[in-house]
């Protein structure tokens, strides 16, 4: 196929190039740089007609002429769009034309194929290692000698664990002399449980993983099961395709062979909700809601599919054949949800939809509560059913006649002195209030849980049929806090009556399906049974039960806390309050009124035997009044219970899917064309039998034929292992991204990667026993660094500065002070409390934790991570930058978490060491735990003098040694010479900054 360009073959130079051009390579790259803009996929902003990134016919005319025009008119790119081609991509788009201007789909749009290894007879050299050697060849390279083994140890503990050998473990290895010694040492550092958390760093940062919410409150949440979820995965070898599918949607998938595990497939969904989320006033929810929504496909494309997909929300994609109409398909399968756009600014409530996550102790004491709530729930049934032919009879035959009926706890008459702009109108019996809807009416009752029965009952009049009101509630605010209490609205012209511990998934709502009347004064009474589900709720109008529709029906927490904690008529903080409505006579009960009394409540007569029947039994009946009082008891212990149990965001879908539609700009309220979910069609068809939610996205990306999926995914491991992917913008595979420099070892690993069933362990593996990994990363012959620097085609091991949780972990490694727990709740260390926003600090353990339970606050991360580099989190982030500055140096060697670390480790060169050999066999030892090798002459005879020098600066002046040795909260060794400690402290300190600790080679 060819390109649609028009260029006359007689203005085509002769080949410049001694290598066949290719599109791909050579031209598209070029293309994108400079014509895609405006001759691109964007048939909004195609000029002239012209597409550039498609295959077509050949026409050959106009392109030469125009790229090498004078004539401002002329030439192209156009002078005001600031591109030009330099006269070397010229000369390649003549030669590419010359030679058939054969055109190439976007190489990472077509499914990867196993490619033919360059030397198939060459079993002496590993696949990689062939492909590789191809690229040296062609460059005229030689790869390096292999790395000591001391070295490699470093560079493979490191990669694999994220923490420096120790000096028994690197003894071991050099006195293994076995041909398979280092697979071993490979295997079992992939079997060590730190390798889950070394891994899961690079995988918070895609997954924006962060402790707090965002934004300018940035309060706590709780989510870091989820990073254990992800740790315990990765150290189980899950495979990459359920790996991502059970993130993507393990509340879809069929049930776990155990409760227990069917729960973790849901938790892994929890990183769809890692998102910055808001709760500040004025903020708009659906606004937010959409940011959320959007954040989880943007998310998907980069982590998984390595795709700027963010490019084309507001018009199709510049660069790559993904319209926006296909941007909001893929948002649409995550638009599905009960979730507000703010969370609860007054309460801590947990943003829904929510998984619990119990306790074996909550989950025992809690099935037992079940069992005893059903068991008196049974009972009542039981007695009702047994008694009912008694009190029928005692009804009809006339023998009983003297009803009880329910007194209220409180009554509001609203014949006193308005509160604020309130006036005084004629209502039903004497005055009542005509409300302005920003000046509540207060009362002192009201704070129910949702195990007590009540019922209000108030009298209204509405002026129009309001799209939204407040007639009464008990709670703090609305959406921005979402939660928490009850309330009894007008929503589009009808009441509903709601329960609410978080909006609008963990709720119970009912909603009547007649409008209100207009203009006339009726009577309403809702009542609550206490059950804490939706048919335990019920409204009546003028007496009458109304039938209604449920809104929600899932209330599993409190409905009490947050402030708010009394009744208020006609207004509410950040809502619309009962603008012009009028109310009178507002009455609460503490229980949950009969058909008959609501009637009573309007002033009518009671007729209906039965309604007269199931009244007689609640008022009268002893035994039924007794087990309903132990019913609110053992519902209030059961509801005790699930109020201590915590719960985490994850995902549920909703019973009826929610519509999605493009949105004009991307702005939440320029809706527009409705669309179904649904993914790139440039990219593979979306599966037939495939369910169209995130379940069937999931499987989508988990095709084997899908072109990015396992493509990102190995050239992020290759990333982690050499520091830059075979990708180099691991985020953008698209047009404007970086080529692949192996291409078919990309390819070839690909392929790998998916028939070994997305074995993590296995290609990392792989990876690390091939020579390329295993090669030196200084080259003998000068001019390969002089000719490749960025190491692109790896002749050489790349050697770079260790990320900022390795630095850290490291230190705290060889202090011996490393906690090696697994999971739990977020750590503080010391550089928490000097954050732009300061978080209190741990006392103990929590100094001394891995840097990946760090408590990560999203606005305010911690200042010493910061400086090394580490991920903001802010949103989905597939590379770090690498930075060299002063402030790394001072945070190195001043920082308390490294001082004392510095410390740790000189108390035990001190103890280990008689002090006639300090200098020579202590900093031997200093140097073989942080560097992993030997020190030279040289370098013993400096970090000797350096001992002799600090050890006088300290005898000189015991305050200074006290202040030094008192830094940290781990108390110096008091056994040991003072003075030796504090100078072995500086000279471990100085080793610890030194190239050789802190750099990878």
Known sequence: MHLRLFIPFLLLAAPAWAETVTFNRDIRPILSENCF?????????????????????????EVISRITSDDVDLIMPPPDSERSLTPTQIERVKQWIAEGGEYQGHWAFISPTRPRLPDPANRSLAPIDQFVQRKLDEQGFTPAPPASKETLIRRATFDVIGLPPTIDEIDAFLADESPDAYETLIDGLLARKEFGERMASDWLDAARYSDTYGFQVDRDRFVWPWRDWVIDAINDNLSYDQFITQQLAGDLMPPAETPQATRRQILATTFNRLHPQESEGGSVPEEYRIEYVTDRAQTVATAMMGLTYECCRCHNHKYDPISQEEYFQLTAFFDNIAEAGLYSYFTDAIPTPTLRLPTPDQ????????????????????????????????????????????????????????????????????????????????????????????????????????????????????????????????????????????????????????QIPIDQWINVVVTNDGSSRADGLAIFVDGKKAKVDVVRDALTKNITGGGGDTIAVGERFRDRGFKNGSVDRLQVFDVSLTDWEAAKEANRSMHSPGAMLDHAMARHDAELQSLASELTSTRQQKCG??????????????????????????????????????????????????????????????????????????????????????????EDFGSQGIP???????????????????????????????????????????????????????????????????????AIAVSGRLVKRVGGEPARPYEVEVSYKPVDRDRSDGLYRRSVYTYWKRTAPAPVMMTLDASTRDVCRVSRERTASPMQAFVMLNGPQYIEASRGLAEQILRSIPSDRLIEDGIAMAFRTLTSRRPSDDETRLLGELFELQSKYFAADSSR?????????????????????????VVVGTVMNYDGSMVKR
């Not at 007609?49 to 050949?58: M, Q």
């Not at 009952?457 to 002026?463: A, L, N, Q, R």
């Not at 879908?653 to 991307?666: H, I, K, N, T, Y």
């Not at 409705?674 to 369910?691: I, Q, S, W, Y």
């Open 37 to 61: 803009h405006c001759h691109g996929p964007d048939e909004a902003k195609q000029e002239a007609g012209l597409r550039l990134d498609i295959a077509g016919e050949a026409d050959l005319d």
């Open 363 to 514: 989950e025992t004491s809690l099935a037992n509560a079940e069992t005893t709530v059903a068991a008196v729930e049974k009972s009542i049934v039981q007695r009702q059913h047994r008694h009912r032919p008694f009190w029928k009879e005692q009804i009809e035959s006339g023998r009983f006649v003297d009803f009880k009926f329910a007194e209220p706890i409180y009554r509001l008459e609203f014949d006193r002195s308005p509160s604020g702009g309130n006036k005084i109108v004629e209502g039903v019996d004497g005055d009542a209030f005509l409300l302005t809807g920003d000046d509540a009416v207060p009362t002192p009752v009201g704070n129910f849980d949702r195990s007590e029965p009540f019922s209000v009952s108030i009298w209204v009049k509405t002026p129009d049929a309001k799209e939204r009101a407040v007639i009464f509630h008990r709670s703090r605010a609305w959406t921005d806090a979402a939660s928490r209490g009850y309330e009894l609205l007008i929503e589009d012209g009808k009441l509903q009556w709601s329960l609410i511990h978080f909006w609008p998934g963990n709720a119970i709502s009912i909603k009547a399906v007649d």
């Open 641 to 730: 219970i699930e109020d201590g149990i915590q719960e985490i965001m994850v995902m549920q879908e909703l019973d009826r899917p929610r519509p999605s539609q493009v949105l004009g700009r991307g702005e939440y309220s320029q809706k527009g064309k409705l669309v179904t979910p649904g993914t790139p069609a440039a990219l593979l068809p979306f599966p037939k039998d495939a369910p169209s939610n995130r379940l069937g996205l999931a499987q989508w990306l988990a095709d084997p034929r899908h072109p990015l999926t396992s493509r990102v995914a190995v050239n992020r491991y290759w990333q982690m292992l050499f520091g830059t992917g075979l990708v180099r913008t691991p």
């Open 740 to 810: 692949p420099t192996h291409p078919e070892l990309l390819d070839y690993l690909a392929v790998e990667f998916i028939e070994g069933n997305w074995d993590t362990k296995a290609i990392l593996k792989q990876i690390m026993t091939s020579r390329t990994y295993r090669q030196d990363s200084f080259h003998p012959d000068d001019s390969v660094a002089q000719s490749d620097p960025d190491n692109v085609w790896l002749a050489r091991f790349p050697s770079y500065r260790l990320p900022a949780e390795m630095l850290r972990d490291a």
């Open 961 to 985: 040694t006290e202040a030094f040795l008192k830094i940290g909260d781990a108390a110096a060794d008091g056994q040991l010479n003072a003075n030796a400690l504090a100078a072995m402290t």
